[in-house]
């Protein structure tokens, strides 16, 4: 190879490594639906660039939060050890109060949601080939890379998801496998639930659901484990502990960031001798830390603090829902009665105004929006799943940013029907 050839090639295979799998002309040249790139951002274009009118909104995610001052001085003064040897008093604090908020006899510190399932599905489905049934808009089943099947090898049947959140118990019925030890089938072992439901905007799943779902599941001796990423969220809605929610569930795995707050974590709960074998899953998963009071610091103010303020970015989520129904032109549409808890969903009603493009308006800052908004505003927002966008309140969102976000979406509304 001479000299020059080499340097084409290596050019090449640069330009093949800067290409993003989230950019639209990879979508394509990797055949997939824009509706499965649940992490992918909109890039926005800030015309305004350095004006110091220029705000931002940003509702992504509830991800995107940061730790405040108290949770931040709290991390800078924990009191430390080596969790690995259960050494970390901190560590142990907040899993025993964690136990004690869940009604559960132990808990475990995990450093994502997605481990913390994960672990759940290896030690509940404990032999190769043994199955989980989860709904098939779950984000266990959707958005977690298939690792019960690629590191536990756990095979998965999935339920449809219904409007609210939950699946036909009748359905479930019938998908349970009764022919173990016959070689040719898997043993149903596993039934997982998600409350609140991700991808149908923060649905709250009916307590008269989960225990006619408990009463099956005894009745095959199946487990019940709830993905409650948001379970606090749920619990504020409902006016209930998470005691009370969880007390039909086996196991549960419960994010401390989020709206909760903490930069990471999330606490796996169940019964000791869950736990015990969760410690083994989370260490062949890597998951175990040493120094991990910082962490731990965070997620006691984010149990013990935090879930209080949930009902403020509930109750700014349905104000933002219902300014999007008041917007003229009527270029929105928006169930407003679905808007349970911190989630917004809605469509927009235009002919080729794309969720992306959409969103792509609302990230910039468009000629003249200065003098007409007062400044100039960034709202981000999230191309979600079906042709929906995703709107979602956290403790960085106040409710006159909510009110700004209103403002933009009329903005663009008005912009968009003078075209």
Excluded at 13 to 35: D, E, H, N, V, Y
Aim: glycine share 10%.
């Amino acid at each position: 190879m001479t000299v020059n050839t080499l340097s084409i090639a290596i050019r090449a295979l640069s330009r093949c490594i800067k290409c993003r799998p989230t950019s639209r002309i990879s979508r394509r040249c990797f055949g997939a639906s824009p509706a499965r790139f649940y992490y992918e951002t909109t890039k926005t274009a800030d015309s305004s660039a350095g004006s110091p009118a220029l705000r931002t909104v940003d509702l992504r995610s509830d991800t995107v939060t940061t730790p405040g001052p108290a949770m931040r001085r709290a991390m800078a003064e924990a009191e430390v050890g080596d969790d690995v040897f259960g050494e970390d008093p901190t560590v142990n604090e907040l899993q025993k109060m964690a136990a004690d908020i869940f009604g559960m006899e132990a808990a475990l510190f995990v450093p994502t949601g997605t481990m913390s399932n994960l672990i759940a599905v290896m030690v509940h489905c404990r032999e190769r080939g043994d199955e989980m049934i989860v709904g098939d808009l779950s984000h266990l089943h959707m958005y977690e890379q298939g690792g019960s099947a690629q590191l536990a090898g756990v095979h998965s049947t999935t339920l449809t998801t219904l409007a609210d959140g939950t699946f036909d118990l009748d359905q479930l019925e019938s998908k349970i496998c009764h022919g173990y030890p016959d070689a040719h089938y898997p043993r149903s072992r596993l039934v997982c639930v998600e409350n609140t439901h991700n991808i149908l905007g923060g649905r709250v799943l009916p307590l008269s659901f989960l225990q006619e779902l408990r009463s099956m599941a005894d009745k095959y001796g199946l487990v019940v484990h709830m993905d409650g990423a948001r379970l606090m969220n749920a619990a504020v809605a409902l006016g209930l502990q998470p005691s009370v929610i969880l007390q039909h569930c086996h196991t549960v795995s419960a994010c401390l960031s989020k709206g909760l707050g903490a930069p990471a974590g999330t606490m796996l709960a169940g019964s000791k001798d869950f736990i015990q074998r969760a410690v083994r899953a989370r260490k062949a998963l890597g998951g175990g830390m040493r120094q991990l009071g910082i962490l731990a610091a965070a997620g006691k103010i984010a149990l013990k603090d935090m879930p209080a303020r949930l009902g403020e970015d509930h109750r700014n989520a349905r104000s933002f829902a219902k300014a999007l129904t008041q917007c003229s032109p009527p270029l929105y549409q928006v169930d407003s009665a679905t808007v349970e808890t911190n989630i917004v969903l809605f469509r927009v009603r235009a002919p080729g105004l794309s969720p992306a493009s959409f969103c792509e308006l609302m990230g910039e800052v468009g000629k003249g929006e200065g003098e007409a908004l007062g400044q100039g505003l960034r709202v981000l927002l999230f191309p979600h799943f079906g042709d929906t966008v995703r709107a979602m309140w956290h403790l960085g969102v106040s409710e006159e940013d909510t009110q700004l976000a209103a403002k933009k979406a009329q903005y663009v509304a008005q912009q968009y029907g003078l075209k």
